[in-house]
């Protein structure tokens, strides 16, 4: 029940399906935000379920949510060992900050989610 309250609250936004976007998010908040990455093959179902919750994904973060999914993919290709891949995914997730920040906000207005704390570098904060 608290789920389907939780997804009225996200309701009305612009494009996108907002409601069941937030729905997914509560639905999935554990698999996102502490996923089980034992083994280099854990990362691909939390990046599918990444992608098709960003499917979801109303206007207003669209944009953050598919910058997040892109650096988890290039993190994805990391070589361990390789400096430069290895430095191509810092680059990639330190790139991503500020749409994580914005994404966490978002979740918390929209759909009373949170997802953090959402470490940052430089302060993203209004």
């Known amino acids: 029940m608290a789920l389907a309250s939780v997804a009225v609250a996200c309701g009305g936004d612009d494009a996108g399906n907002a409601e069941r976007f937030c729905g997914e998010i509560v639905a999935h908040k554990d698999e996102l935000t502490n996923p089980d990455l034992q083994f280099s093959d854990d990362i691909g179902p939390v990046l599918d379920l990444s992608r098709s919750i960003g499917e979801l994904a109303p206007l207003s973060i669209e944009k953050e949510w598919n910058e ?50 959402v470490a940052t570098l430089v302060p993203h904060g209004p």
Do not use: M, R
Request: charged share 20%.
């Open 68 to 117: 997040l999914v892109a650096a988890y993919e290039t993190a994805d290709t990391i070589v361990v060992g390789d400096a430069e891949s290895e430095q191509i995914a810092v680059t990639a997730i330190l790139s991503a900050e500020a749409s994580a920040a914005k994404v966490d906000a978002w979740l918390k207005a929209n759909c009373a989610v949170d997802i953090g704390p």
